[in-house]
């Protein structure tokens, strides 16, 4: 079973964010949290990952809760190109990385 | 550029015919994975290998092999075994260390069985 846990599907109208939320009650110390998207029949594309802090880069935010057990993935001004499948992994950073398990992901899609 | 490389991206198979889909990094990552993925559907991880000559079984490893002969290279074998084969393969793969720590995905291998 995947360790996290995601809303099936979500709306959002183009130019506004677009707010994903995760959940990964399980998370361990060593453990960080990574989102990916797909876009049909592409392989995944890395978004953004972290560890307790928020993270952002030029795609995205992340906000992760005090206590580390979910998580929000923030795309700031969605585009009709940002229609996708969202996947949040938990996993722990260098040495062994083990089994990576992906669950069905956020299905996203973007109205103009 | 490096990457990794999946080969055939479309592949068509008879019933009972063993097919192998090929999966070729030169990112020097130690780590890789099989994951399938079947239409609506999340992926889930057939097998996956840490290092040369060791590798472990995912969720659903029944019906399928691999080997890891090479750190760049990871095949998978789709056996006759497998009784529902059509999906879209994907090959991912992982250093032991980096930055940023993220998985690096090929683009995919659709396979059709008639």
């Known amino acids: 079973d995947a360790k996290t846990t995601q809303p099936t599907s979500m709306d959002c109208a183009e130019g506004r964010a677009a707010n994903l939320p995760c959940n990964h009650s399980t998370i361990s110390g060593n453990e960080y949290v990574y989102w990916y998207r797909q876009i049909h029949s592409q392989g995944p594309q890395y978004i953004i990952h972290?560890?307790?802090n928020n993270e952002t880069n030029e795609m995205a935010s992340l906000i992760i809760t005090e206590d580390r057990k979910s998580s929000t993935l923030i795309l700031p001004h969605a585009t009709l190109r940002d229609t996708a499948v969202y996947y949040c992994i938990v996993r722990a950073y260098g040495g062994s990385q083990g089994n990576l398990i992906f669950g069905k992901g956020t299905k996203l899609s973007v109205k103009p | 550029d490096g990457g990794i490389t999946q080969s055939p991206k479309y592949l068509f198979r008879k019933e009972g015919q063993n097919v192998t889909l090929s999966c070729e990094q030169n990112l020097n990552h130690d780590a890789m994975y099989w994951y399938r993925q079947d239409p609506g559907q999340g992926l889930r991880l057939i097998y996956y290998s840490q290092i040369v000559n060791d590798f472990q079984k995912g969720d659903i490893a029944e019906g399928y092999s691999v080997s890891r002969e090479k750190k760049e290279s990871f095949p998978l074998t789709v056996t006759s075994a497998q009784k529902n084969p059509t999906a879209f393969y994907l090959c991912a793969s992982i250093p032991r260390t980096t930055n940023t720590g993220e998985l690096f995905f090929g683009e995919g291998s659709r396979l059709t069985v008639l």
């Open positions: 972290g560890l307790k």
